[in-house]
T-cell receptor, first 113, second 113 residues
Framework: NAGVTQTPKFRVLKTGQSMTLLCAQD?????MYWYRQDPGMGLRLIHY???????AKGEVPDGYNVSRLKKQNFLLGLESAAPSQTSVYFC????????????FGQGTRLTVV | DQQVKQNSPSLSVQEGRISILNCDYT??????FLWYKKYPAEGPTFLIS?????DKNEDGRFTVFLNKSAKHLSLHIVPSQPGDSAVYFC????????????FGSGTQLTVLP
């Protein structure tokens, strides 16, 4: 059981380049999230999805876009990377039934130079 | 404006002693609270949670206490073990929402052998 898998694990981008981070979950969870972690700031929500075909903005959505074409996948896109987007990105998923915790992927370390 | 605050960036305790990690929140709409543990280069993993209708939840060596009137929760680890050394994040959720987690900035716990 893989849980939540993020691809890639590491990436270095030049300013202005674009890229897509892929998140896949095999738990049939309805909800999926993208967070970024920066030193001293905890994890902040970028975008989230409550189901296939739906997306919504979180706390820090600027400069990112997302898509959820399939229930198991949640993509995070950077159209024109900036040094301020250097961070560790975490994907998570959870279910709407009962009080259950969110499960996180292993993270993607992105450096924009 | 941080809605969930962990005011101690770090904590060191001796093996076998009690570790107490604290968390404060400002949003009275939060009704479910979680603690996550994070090792370097890994994603956060769920540790323990508590609903706002309770004031204590225990799971083995880990106990979470909730003081709603003070908007304060704490995680007690007894006895502390070297393997508990990690960053601990407090998180809060509003039930009925999309279960987005609002995180504190984390506390680095070091358990000294």
């Amino acid at each position: 059981n893989a849980g939540v898998t993020q691809t890639p694990k590491f990436r270095v981008l030049k300013t202005g380049q674009s890229m897509t981070l892929l998140c896949a979950q095999d738990m049939n969870h309805e909800y999926m999230y993208w967070y970024r972690q920066d030193p001293g700031m905890g994890l902040r929500l970028i975008h989230y999805s409550v189901g296939e075909g739906t997306t919504a903005k979180g706390e820090v959505p600027d400069g990112y876009n997302v898509s959820r074409l399939k229930k198991q996948n949640f993509l995070l896109g950077l159209e024109s990377a900036a040094p301020s987007q250097t961070s560790v990105y975490f994907c998570a998923s959870s279910t709407f039934s009962g009080h259950t915790e969110a499960f996180f992927g292993q993270g993607t370390r992105l450096t924009v130079v | 404006d941080q809605q969930v605050k962990q005011n101690s960036p770090s904590l060191s305790v001796q093996e076998g002693r009690i570790s107490i990690l604290n968390c404060d929140y400002t949003n009275s709409m939060f009704d479910y609270f979680l603690w996550y543990k994070k090792y370097p280069a890994e994603g956060p993993t769920f540790l323990i949670s508590i609903s706002s209708i309770k004031d204590k939840n225990e799971d083995g060596r880990f106990t979470v206490f909730l003081n709603k009137s003070a908007k304060h929760l704490s995680l007690h680890i007894v006895p502390s073990q070297p393997g508990d050394s990690a960053v601990y994040f407090c998180a809060a959720v509003i039930s009925g929402s999309a279960r987005q987690l609002t995180f504190g900035s984390g506390t680095q716990l070091t358990v000294l052998p």
